[in-house]
């Protein structure tokens, strides 16, 4: 760890905190249309929509509507890919996308995994990555913090039967939370070099002449193969270079504010036009944790004890920091193959960083867009040391609960919190409860199916990719390394992170089909426990405190949830792990 | 009678059980069990392999599969040696009752009074609602209430204590319960259950039922622990594609084998907690039969452990029965001895406890003998509702002793007048906790109040401790008594109670169980009186005094056989340690997992990647005595917490993160750190043996 790597850390860290009162604070209010000017410019609204604003919803009914809004965004998602060849804004004249790519796809940005099978400036037209893609970070992002806001108020409220508005809260949240700060984003982004334009791609002439190999093809276009069947290639050079263009910024802002990660580009954040600026790059890193963050004051705030809410941001912070200084310890070592070629090790692991990064703000990138469900990258995760690599791969299958995505990443934690308090109240002879509300059978079986679902998916996925054809096809990498790729390409999909580990050639029927349905029910399978979690707990009575509740806020709860969210979170995958990127440590240094 | 007590593997209990630990392989008892039935089917699995692989098939070496195989149906019988050694000590417990369940004879009556023709027949053929007469050295045939006679019964069959007890018709006492004795006199009594639902039925019931009743903690754990088993399922099986697949790019070593991978399951799922789950449970309810407390429902002994307010009544739980005199507070102009004379004249005849405490205290206090009442011609006057008074007429001097109203009323009737000072001391006393007592005289016309008695309700010894550690567990403590005001709020602040209800009535009890439970809390009581009933209905615990009415035993949901108020206390922590030992048992249990990982991940698959070898931390001999290790352990730890499960994990009444901290410390960093020891310990063993 160098000066830099610990200075990044502390004011990234330091920063954060400080934003997490003021938006979390915000966002609470606005919720609860605290603020005049909310239910001014939302009831014309409702009107046009015929929303009844003032009729809560039973958690079915929310869940419900939740479900049908997300069905109805991957329809037209999905519409739009198959249709853009026919449609306006395609200066490019994009093809219409594949059914299996364009079905995957669809499910990606609206579950907010953003799982990209596809390359940005090759696939999509500026209509689909404005009104598909864009939209679709908008709102999933939404889903994500209403479905959080009613699992709170399951705590806040008591004897109620309900958890709220569906539409009311998916309107206030993208209008007064996520629209404004991304407009302001944007706006930033574009001063610090981004683009935002609907131009046709610009060929330009390069400073010098690339010379690289290209295959060799023959007559009919197709490459020719030597006596063993390997690709031929002959040399080749340019002086030119196309510069894909489109709206950028805009995209961009809303990539990172709502944790989606899904880039305009296929290099997505390490691309200039994305994130040109060591500044811009900050803010990126700040900008995906913002709402994570300050949802922890939110909760706080709504339960009427903030104090709960800073035990859960503690929780978040600690062990966000410990995978993140991991990951740059990691990545600071060199990879003695190189080191023995003679490359200085004081370089450390370079090998698929952006230069204009490099190495601390690669590996604190990683860890915040993994531990958060992001999925945004400015380095290739695939070329982290087996150990850097494995941090990213951890984050994601702890169940994205360390901040996690909007929204998602509270309610996977308050469901570890629950767990915890399931255990520990046991141990203290109580019948467990949290903020007031006993946890009873139906709780468990809920707690117990969205603790289940993303391991199954994951494991049971990666069973299906290692012995089938089709999985094994899309390795790129021999040895332990190409099964790492697979368990996190799972792991990506099923906790709705949406980064990769490049090696994998993912965009195939196969791939597109299993991690498209990885990724639905990886969202949804948590997200509908969790919402019928939220209607049990606020059906219940507020049980008073007492010297015998245990109490949730101080340093031994935050401790204990720790050792939840490791012990039940990471003990499904250690012998996942130790047959990837483990063996891949163990065996490149004891060779060398 | 005594109970026999037994210690833990108590050959007349661990025999039977054993062999009961083998009847319960039946598939229909291990389903029950779901992580349980995993490990049977992982047995069966793996026997089937040890047979093929005798047929010179097999997937590993022969020994290693028998090996694997054989403590897996250890593992198996361990768990239900656990709940059979359980089972049989409650049985034991139950067994002891059932003595009391011996033919006994009935003598019915046609009509309920003494004088009236009865017919003799078996007692198991009286109905509800049948009036029974039992006469001197009877048994009573079936639990009752006395509708005449006054008679002493011999109790301690039921409740260990060989005192005779008073049943009579009318008020608290009227209640008797089926297999006591008649000592003395006779009892007519109307019979309140039909057979099979007496105490004793409900005792033998509770403990023999072999479906006992899941408590809702122990269904929601059981839930946890299926979910776990189903991910550690997922775990192993998706094991052996990757195993494949590492082992097709790797190209070396081979696949890992199914009894390895059986055995890496086997040491993942929770065994141990759910090995020992029903154990505890049952355990629980026999610790309750322990402190003779009959529970109708596991569910009532788990809800005690949630319990956050007491309500305690004050006289014979906070105080000692009776009130006893301390002071004599004589009036202007009168000596205390004076007083203490007529005081000890008004209370000769008087058998209360409070009379005879004011004759003590006057024979400690002047050296006052206790004086031939006859020789005194004395005429006393007995206590009565109307007059509430008591005393003495000597010929003309009349002593009177009541309450002050009371004496008030006397004097004023006889033309004195009740002086100032004398009310300012009642009043003191009053605002002491104690209760005053005015003695006046009236010799020839000529009345005058002597002064005041003392009567102070004893605080009983320990129990303002008792509180105070209730108070750290979190546990509100009301005492509910009929006194005013002034005097409960007195005996309130010694005995250190948070909070009193006084001039409670039946009604003022309910609606305060009411509000506190809309505040949110649990409320525990005890009665015994009829009028408590409803109070007891409504309380979330409620144990009744096996002393009390028919109607206090059917509202609440225990019953305490030794009707000791206090008991209540033992209740709590009796759920208390229910709960933390299945708590902590779970936490041992995944916290194990790290150290089996450790052991069995390298042994799996050092054939395919040789490198793994450096995360065999615990250095083991080889992988065969790897996973065995594990798998031994595994077993093994089932047998070690059984006495654990039995006892229960101790409990303190310290505050919640304490205990936390407490139990966390022992059961997870222990559950992380003894499979280390235990695994390394046996693969030395099984290395030295030359086993593996």
């Not at chain 1, 790519?101 to 090759?122: D, K, L």
């Not at chain 2, 997937?59 to 089972?87: K, Q, R, S, Y």
């Not at chain 2, 979190?474 to 006084?502: Q, S």
Request: hydrophobic fraction near 50%; proline fraction near 4%; include cysteine.
């Amino acid at each position: 760890m160098t000066t830099h790597a610990w200075t990044l850390l502390g004011l990234f860290l330091a920063i954060l905190l400080v934003t997490v009162k003021p938006m979390g604070l915000y966002l609470a209010k606005v919720m609860a249309g605290d603020y005049g000017f909310v239910r001014k410019t939302e009831s014309p609204l409702y009107r046009l929509c015929g929303v009844q604003a003032d009729e809560e919803m039973v958690w079915l009914k929310y869940a419900f509507a939740i479900l049908l809004f997300n069905a109805l965004g991957v329809l037209a998602v999905y519409a739009l890919q198959r249709l853009q060849a026919w449609l306006p804004l395609n200066p490019q004249g994009m093809a219409n996308v594949s059914p299996d790519s364009a079905f995957n796809t669809a499910i990606s940005f609206v579950s907010n995994t953003n799982w990209q099978g596809y390359g940005g400036e090759s696939t999509m037209s500026y209509l689909t990555q404005m009104l598909a893609l864009t939209v679709q970070n908008f709102l999933s992002a939404a889903t994500g913090i209403v479905v959080v806001i009613a699992l709170i108020r399951g705590f806040a409220r008591h004897t109620a039967a309900t958890v709220g508005n569906a539409w009311v809260d998916l309107t206030r949240v993208t209008l007064y939370v996520l629209l404004p700060i991304s407009i302001v984003y944007a706006v930033f982004l574009v001063g610090q070099g981004s683009i935002q334009n609907l131009d046709a791609y610009k060929e330009v002439t390069t400073l010098e002449v690339t010379k690289y190999d290209a295959p060799k093809l023959d007559a009919d276009g197709q490459p020719v193969k030597d006596e063993k069947g390997a690709v031929v290639n002959e040399p080749a050079e340019t002086a030119t270079q196309t510069l894909a263009m489109g709206p950028v910024a805009s995209q961009e802002a809303i990539k990172m504010l709502g944790t989606n990660g899904g880039g305009f580009f296929n290099a997505n954040s390490a691309h200039p036009y994305e994130n040109p600026t060591p500044l811009s790059n900050f803010i990126q890193m700040l900008s995906i944790f913002l709402i994570p963050g300050a949802l922890c004051f939110t909760f706080g705030r709504m339960v009427g004890d903030t104090r709960q809410g800073w035990a859960v941001l503690a929780v978040m912070t600690v062990m966000f920091a410990g995978l993140a200084i991991a990951a740059m310890y990691f990545e600071q070592q060199a990879n003695p193959l190189l080191t023995q070629l003679g490359v200085d090790p004081t370089f450390g692991n370079m090998e698929g960083k952006e230069t204009r990064f490099g190495i601390a703000d690669s590996g604190l990138f990683a860890t915040i867009t993994t531990a958060a469900s992001c999925g945004a990258v400015i380095a290739m995760h695939d070329s982290f040391m087996p150990l850097g690599g494995l941090v990213p791969l951890v984050d994601m299958q702890l169940g994205e609960v360390v901040f996690g995505g909007v929204g998602s990443g509270l309610y996977g934690m308050l469901v570890f919190a629950i767990l915890a308090v399931f255990i520990s109240g046991l141990m203290i002879g109580r019948t467990p409860e949290y903020l007031g509300k006993k946890i009873e059978t139906y709780e468990m079986k809920m707690t117990s199916i969205a603790i289940l679902v993303t391991p199954l998916l994951v494991l049971v996925g990666t069973a299906v990719a290692v012995i089938t054809g089709d999985g094994r096809a899309g390795i790129a990498n021999p040895g332990a390394h190409g099964f790492s790729e697979i368990l996190y390409a799972f792991s990506s999909a099923a906790n709705n992170n949406g980064s990769a580990f490049a090696g994998l050639s993912a965009n195939t029927p196969f791939y597109n089909t299993m991690l498209g349905i990885a990724m639905w029910f990886g969202r949804f399978g948590v997200i509908v426990p969790v919402l019928a979690m939220a209607g049990s707990l606020a059906a219940k009575k507020r049980l008073a405190v007492t010297e015998g509740t245990l109490p949730t806020h101080g340093p031994l709860f935050v401790v204990l949830l720790i050792g939840v969210v490791l012990l039940v979170g990471l003990l499904n995958y250690v012998p996942a792990l130790a047959l990837g990127p483990v063996i891949e440590q163990l065996m490149l240094f004891a060779t060398y | 009678m005594t109970r026999k007590t037994f210690t833990l593997f108590d050959p007349t209990l661990a025999v039977p059980a054993i062999a009961e630990s083998f009847r319960k392989l039946n598939p229909a008892v291990q389903w029950r069990n779901p992580v349980m039935f995993v490990v049977y089917i992982g047995s069966i699995l793996t026997t089937i392999l040890w047979v093929q692989a005798l047929g010179g098939q097999g997937e590993a070496p022969t020994g290693f599969i028998l090996a694997v195989a054989l403590w897996l149906w250890f593992t198996v019988l361990f768990a239900n040696f656990a709940e059979a050694l359980a089972e049989g000590r409650s049985k034991a417990q139950a067994a002891s009752l059932r003595g009391l369940k011996k033919e006994t004879w009935a003598k019915k009556l046609y009509e309920p009074h003494i004088n009236a023709k009865w017919q003799m027949i078996p007692a198991t053929d009286l109905r509800k609602g049948d009036v029974i007469l039992v006469a001197a050295q009877e048994f009573i045939p079936a639990d009752g209430e006395v509708i005449e006679g006054v008679a002493s019964v011999d109790e301690s069959a039921i409740t260990g204590e060989s005192a005779p007890v008073i049943r009579e018709s009318g008020g608290d006492f009227s209640s008797v319960t089926g297999g006591t004795r008649v000592l003395s006199d006779w009892i007519i009594a109307r019979v309140t259950v039909n057979p099979g639902e007496t105490f004793v039925d409900r005792m033998i019931a509770m403990v023999e039922n072999a479906k006992r009743q899941k408590t809702p903690n122990e269904i929601a754990l059981t839930i946890l622990l299926v979910a776990l088993t189903i991910v550690f399922l997922a775990v192993t099986v998706t094991l052996l594609p990757y195993s494949l697949f590492s082992v097709d790019v790797a190209q070396s070593g081979t696949p890992v084998s199914i009894t390895v991978l059986i055995a890496l399951l086997v040491c993942l799922i929770p065994t141990t907690i759910a090995g020992l789950l029903s154990a505890i449970g049952v355990a629980g309810m026999s610790r309750m039969m322990q402190a003779n407390v009959i529970a109708t429902s596991g569910r009532a002994v788990e809800a005690a452990g949630d319990v956050d307010v007491l309500l305690l009544d004050k006289t014979g739980t906070i105080t000692l029965g009776n009130r006893q005199a301390s002071t004599f507070l004589p009036a202007d102009g009168i000596t205390e001895a004076e007083l203490a004379d007529a005081a000890q004249l008004a209370s000769l005849a008087d058998e209360t406890p409070e009379g005879r405490s004011i004759v003590v205290l006057a024979k400690q206090r002047f050296k006052l003998r206790e004086r031939d009442i006859h020789a005194l011609d004395a005429h006393f006057v007995h206590f009565t509702a109307q007059t509430r008074m008591s005393g003495v007429n000597l010929g003309e001097r009349q002593i009177r002793k009541g309450a002050a109203e009371a004496i008030k009323a006397f004097v004023e009737a006889e033309g004195g007048h009740f002086p100032k000072s004398v009310s300012g001391k009642v009043d003191d006393v009053a605002r002491r906790g104690s209760t005053p007592l005015v003695v006046a005289e009236s010799a020839g016309g000529k009345v005058r109040v002597l002064g005041v008695i003392e009567l102070k309700d004893i605080v009983k010894g320990g129990i303002k401790e008792r509180f105070a550690e209730l108070r750290q567990m979190g546990i509100k403590t009301v005492m509910v008594t009929g006194d005013n005001r002034v005097t409960a709020a007195a005996i309130a602040a010694e005995a250190g109670v948070d909070d009193f209800l006084a001039e409670a009535t039946p009604e003022a009890k309910l609606k305060l169980i009411r509000q506190y439970q809309t505040e949110g809390r649990l409320v525990a009581m005890t009665g015994d009186g009829t009028n408590d009933a409803p109070a007891l209905a409504q309380a979330d615990v409620a144990v009744a005094m096996n002393t009390g009415t028919q109607a206090a035993k059917e509202a609440g949901n225990m019953v305490d056989l030794d009707s000791n108020p206090t008991k209540l206390i033992e209740v709590v922590e009796t759920g208390k340690q229910m709960l933390m030992t299945r708590g902590s048992l779970t936490t041992f249990s995944i916290a194990n997992d790290i150290a089996k990982y450790f052991a069995i991940i390298p042994a799996a698959f050092v054939s395919t990647y040789p490198q793994l070898s450096a995360l065999n931390v615990m250095g083991l001999a080889s992988p065969s005595s790897a996973i065995l290790s594990a798998v031994i352990f595994n077993a093994l730890i089932i047998v070690f917490l059984i006495p654990l499960a039995l006892k229960g994990v101790k409990y303190r009444p310290l505050g919640a993160a304490t205990l936390l901290r407490q139990n966390l410390a022992v059961y997870g960093l222990g559950g992380i750190v003894a499979p280390f020891l235990g695994i390394k310990l046996i693969d030395v063993l099984i290395a030295a043996a030359g086993l593996a």
